[in-house]
């Protein structure tokens, strides 16, 4: 089947319906080095420049709609939520996802895949998901739409998108769920903490789920195989070693890949060595977050018993708006006269070290802590025997997720794989663009198990690059 992978990005997404025997002949999107990626990919792919926030050009229409059986793809979605989790349908962003439906309008596709964050239903009070489900069905499609969580289907990340898949109705001869199964058992509760293997070696039957027959989780640990704790200057890695556990078999292909590049990574700014140095595997670097997980400042820095108390106290109560200048307010400012001190120069002790920030209003004084005391959560170190948080953008500065045991942020490589981009996915542009690329990009392996479950729906033959069990 032939399709076209709208808002590409990199071509995660299309490079999992390739490997799953898809033909993708098509990738648009407006940014140059992900198009630049896109078709260094691709075999026998193009790649095309397009402002996606207008409608689709008539000429690419004519060509493309008597070729294409499906189109898939992710319209961008930092529209859909600002920094304070606001949701905004008049912002031009938002715009992507009706262009998504006016592309299915004019070219009609056998079926599309549609991939977009969570948030995406609840956005006004769910209005704006539903007319896009309820457009969607009157151009003659069956759609359904599920949030999966790629961990369950063997990614080693904590990632949950909203996939909408669509259909033919005249085509369709009966109506099963158009998901696949997951194939990995993940724990429940995926905020808490998870559980760890003892060993790389651990038994199936240790995690086995005897009632849905899934197979443990993939680890951080099993993405990083064969990657050296010390990034080598080329960033490029040979493997003497085939591979040693099933999801680098996809990596990999099943040992065909011996070589990889980009094992390159952001240095933690000195300034912030100590810190983060002191962050143990699993854990955060946060103050004002209360659990096992986080570690505050006051575990990492050798602070008097007050100095500690005071600090403690301050991030405790910043959301209790009793204890706030102006509870009507964000600055989350706690009052100087709520603060337990038997030693008043404290207060002024903290500001001067930048552990606390310090405001006045009407003769009032107030504090809160400071991003470098941990106000937001930084340093978050990932664990070996455990799936990663969420692969963003932002993540390889050095400054948010941290190598398990090296002192130093994640090399592109391993973001990759967290990713489960193939060893072999060439990456065009600096190390931001490529953060940004494989940050933003839907895990090949997840759109490699939905193409798989598509094609046996509709009893395509086609051999794929890869075997996953």
Known sequence: MKIIDLFSGAGGLSKGFEMAGYQVILGIDNYEYALETFYKNHRNSSSLKLDLHKPPPKKLINELKDEIDGVIGGPPCQGFSDAKGSRNTKDPRNNLVPQFINWINNIHPTFFVMENVTGIKTIEKGQFFKKTIEKLRRLGYVVQYKVLHAASYGVPQKRERMFVIGIDQTILEFVDTFFPKETHYVPTDMRGQYPKAKTMQTSLEEFYDQNTQKKPYNTVAHAFEGLPLETPETGIVHFDNPPNNELMGFIRDNGRIVKTDLHIAQKIPQKDLYIASKIPEGKIFRSNRFGERYVPIWKIVNFT????????????????????????????????????????????????????????????????????????????????????????????????????????????????????????????????????????????????????????MFKIKSVSMVEIK
Do not use: C
């Open 305 to 456: 018993k007050e100095e500690r108390e005071t600090l403690h106290f301050i991030a405790s109560h910043q959301t209790k708006k009793n204890f706030l200048m102006d509870p009507s307010k964000e600055e989350n400012f706690v009052k100087e006269e709520a603060i337990p001190l038997s030693d008043a120069s404290v207060l002024d002790k903290l500001v001067s070290e930048g552990w606390l920030k310090t405001m006045e209003k009407d003769g009032q004084k107030g504090y809160k802590i400071t991003t470098k005391a941990g106000l937001r959560p930084r340093f978050t170190r990932l664990d070996r025997n455990n799936i990663s948080h969420t692969i963003l953008t932002v993540d390889f500065n050095g400054r948010e997720k941290l190598h398990p045991v090296a002192n130093r942020g994640i090399s592109l490589r391993e973001g990759a794989r967290l990713q489960t981009f193939p060893d072999d996915f060439s990456f065009s542009g600096k190390f931001n663009d490529i953060a940004i690329q494989i940050g933003n990009a839907v895990p090949p392996l997840l759109a490699y198990k939905i193409a798989i479950h598509l094609k046996n």
